[in-house]
């Protein structure tokens, strides 16, 4: 069983039906993809492919996988799973057991936490300033963080938006020096460092976010109409807590055949990998695990 249908859940799906394994992928949402359906930018790291956005290419890859054998269901809610028993309990009272188990539950955004975060969705909160910059065109709006996403959303809502404040909590930015150089050659991108959100103000949509510069300093309060948030992901565990090894950040450690601290229970992509969150990366990490998983059932004759 494979739990997530992103680029590493179908790699290893697809790598399983090859070694000749019955295979079962479980995805909770409509769509198999995970993440690719959020990458509205071109893609052109993955080698021998080139797409306009994550939707394309994740087409090229069902083109390969359709004639996969291997089971697919999605809009699947897992209730709970027991590692060590590698059974999976699903919502609609289901029981499902396997030999092995996959985890390729993926990350998610981040979230401030803040009052008006989850209010505003739809009214001023952007998911993607690739996809959605052109609605803001004309107005003046606020990016949080301060790595290479933040920087990057920075500079595209500038292209289109009157003013762009980017606000990092830290002294300095953690963009590569390229980002950092382009953020100071746009002069309508305003950045406060070592300065925190802590309210999206509005009725109807945003028309505000308060600021808090300096820890002693008054927070005050800027008119924005658009609010974009690129502080990170958080791996997708709630599943599995107090079930495997995680390291500081949550996310669940694995050796280099992909294999958690139970036996027979595996996890790969971005969930397992913090380092190098990448596309190659996760199709790689599910060949690896579906290979590890054909030799151990080999041995065991």
């Known amino acids: 069983i494979i739990i997530g249908a992103g680029p590493a859940g179908l790699s290893t799906a697809f790598w399983c039906d090859e070694l000749g394994l019955d295979t079962l992928i479980l995805e909770q949402s409509e769509q198999v993809g995970g993440q690719l359906n959020r990458v509205y930018n071109p893609i052109g790291n993955y080698l021998g492919l080139h797409a306009s956005n994550g939707e394309e290419l994740l087409a090229r890859f069902t083109e390969g996988i359709d ?3 291997f089971d697919l ?3 699947t809610s897992i209730s709970s799973v027991d590692l060590k028993a590698k059974r999976v309990s699903l919502a609609s009272g ?11 539950t993926g990350v998610r955004p981040r979230e401030l936490g803040l009052p008006g975060e ?6 001023g909160m952007i998911e993607s300033a690739a996809r959605d910059r052109h609605l803001f065109a004309g107005k003046d709006v606020c990016v949080v963080g301060g790595g290479d996403a933040a920087a990057e959303n920075a500079l595209l809502m500038a292209e289109v938006c009157p003013t762009v404040t980017l606000v990092h909590r830290g002294k300095k930015l953690r963009a590569r020096r390229e980002f950092v150089e382009k953020l100071q050659a746009v002069h309508c991108i305003t950045v406060f460092t070592e300065s925190v959100l802590t309210r999206i103000i509005g009725e109807d949509d945003v028309v505000a976010v308060e600021i808090q510069r300096k820890q002693g300093l008054k927070p005050f309060q800027l008119a924005v109409r658009g609010v974009l948030i690129r502080i990170g992901v958080e791996p997708n565990t709630g599943l599995f807590k107090d079930q495997l090894e995680t390291d500081e950040k949550g996310f669940l450690v694995v050796n280099s055949r992909q294999e958690t601290n139970v036996p027979m229970v595996f996890a790969v992509g971005d969930v397992s990998n913090p380092l190098a969150p990448t596309i190659s990366g996760a199709t790689g990490a599910g060949a690896t695990a579906a290979k590890v998983i054909a030799s151990r059932l080999n041995a065991r004759g």
Request: negative net charge; charged residues 25%.
């Open 118 to 123: 989850k209010e505003f969705a739809g009214k």
């Open 73 to 75: 269901w999605t809009q």
């Open 94 to 104: 289901e029981d499902l057991q396997s030999i092995a188990l996959v985890i390729a």
């Open 67 to 69: 004639s996969a054998d």
